[in-house]
């Protein structure tokens, strides 16, 4: 029988440690394990229930000692061998379980963190997984335990993030886009027009002349939406942005843009960004935090500096003219996942180091 596995993350809707979780927790059932998952609920819980996963309602960021005190009933009850957490607030609480029942602890690191006394606390974690080189770095500079920390990068599913021509116009025939029109996809919350790059791809189709045909797909939601709304229209370019909200098979979607763009302010990986390179679409992101190691400028797409909007334009300019550029570029970025960036080369990573820990 495999090791029993509870994984941990705040809530359960769609987002890149959500994304994570449920990844890893199909790939882990797949592989033997026996896996658990608790968080504070949320739309991809149904997901869990189709497979035959148990799900517990534990509320992560009500109370860090509340949300330990049930997860040490899980853990006895069901004979946990490591709780795998994911955010700061549940590598908290994993850790608070740790000193009353010595469970190993794993917890993966989405973002920068050892912002604060409590989340220095993490140091005590058997293992501490970056999703980048960029956060190892950063969590060695404030004083995490160096030998502690591995990086792993985020993988996919390359099954289902896998291009599929007949997919091509279903999006465009929904939202009238033409067939022809250059379209831009951005695929993020929505919880202001700044930090992931809505309002400068806003700004893009209102301020070039060169970009007046094009057309933009927003794919999420968020506290914003009604002002990316509000902003479209009063730029006048309400009729070629279109919200197409929370998608779970955003797969099916990419098919029918032309590019992903990501000019976030700041990125710790970008997993948008690989599967959009999966599904042979060529990516454009701002050069900042860790999206330097997810694609090689010029090769399956292009790092912009940040907030140099002219650079963003022209790179997209380029993209919209050169249709063979496109596809080459686009094959390329699904040659790089393929390498680096599959479920698989994750779960590999993942298993060794698993096997290291001892209870």
Request: hydrophobic letters at 45%; glycine letters at 8%; aromatic letters at 8%.
């Amino acid at each position: 029988m495999g090791k029993r596995i509870l994984l941990v993350v705040p809530r359960f809707n769609i987002g890149g440690a959500e994304s994570y979780v449920l990844t890893i927790a199909l790939a882990l059932r797949k592989a033997g394990f026996i896996v658990f998952v608790a968080s504070g609920g949320g739309m991809l819980v149904k997901r869990l229930e189709e497979v035959q996963i148990k799900h517990f309602f534990v509320p992560i960021r009500l109370n860090a000692k509340f949300a330990a005190t049930l997860l040490k009933r899980i853990v006895k009850r069901y004979e946990i061998d490591i709780i795998h957490a994911n955010s700061a607030a549940a590598g908290i609480a994993a850790v608070l379980v740790k000193k009353e029942i010595s469970v190993p602890v794993v917890y993966t690191a989405h973002g920068v963190f050892g912002h604060n006394q409590a989340e220095m606390t993490l140091n005590e974690c058997d293992k501490i997984i970056c999703v980048s080189e960029f956060v190892r770095e950063s969590a060695i500079s404030r004083g995490f335990n160096k030998d502690k920390l591995v990086t792993i990068y985020n993988g996919i599913d390359i099954d289902k993030f896998n291009p599929k021509k007949e997919n091509n116009n279903i999006i465009r025939n929904k939202f009238n886009i033409p067939e022809a029109a250059f379209t831009i996809a951005i695929v993020s919350r929505i919880k202001n027009l700044r930090d992931k790059g809505h309002g400068d791809l806003l700004n893009i189709l209102n301020r070039y002349k060169d970009a007046e045909n094009w057309h933009l797909l927003v794919i999420g939601k968020g506290k914003a939406l009604w002002k990316l709304r509000y902003e479209s229209w009063r730029l006048g370019i309400s009729d070629r942005v279109h919200l197409a909200g929370h998608i779970v098979d955003v797969q099916k979607v990419l098919d029918g843009i032309d590019v992903v763009a990501l000019p976030s302010q700041f990125e710790t990986f970008g997993l948008v960004l690989t599967e959009a390179m999966a599904m042979e679409k060529p990516v454009i992101t701002y050069a900042v935090g860790g999206t330097p190691e997810v694609l090689e400028n010029g090769k399956e797409g292009f790092l912009v500096g940040k907030n140099n909007l002219d650079a963003l334009f022209e790179r997209l300019k380029f993209l919209s003219k050169a249709n063979e550029e496109r596809l080459v570029m686009g094959q390329a970025g699904r040659n790089r996942v393929v390498e680096y960036f599959t479920s698989e080369v994750m779960l590999e990573k993942l298993l060794r180091l698993y096997s290291e820990l001892k209870r």
